[in-house]
């Protein structure tokens, strides 16, 4: 999977990286690469399935798709 990411050079140094595709995922480094890595964890993160996202309802269907 590719993503598009955005790197924002800090004021006081470093770098905010965030993926627009993902509200919320965000993080930073001090350098261009430590953000980068840092980033990578966190969209790693945020796509975990989390056990309490899997609650159904009796009337629920679980479908797999592909992107």
């Known amino acids: 999977m590719n993503l598009r990411v955005i790197l924002e050079p800090g004021d006081e140094g470093g770098y905010t990286v965030y993926v627009p595709s993902l ?7 001090d350098t261009r690469e430590e953000a980068l890595k840092n980033i990578r964890e966190a969209i790693a993160l945020y796509l975990e399935p989390v056990p309490d996202d899997m609650l159904l309802n009796d009337n629920a269907e679980q479908v797999e798709i592909a992107v």
């Open 23 to 29: 509200p919320g995922c965000i993080s930073e480094g």
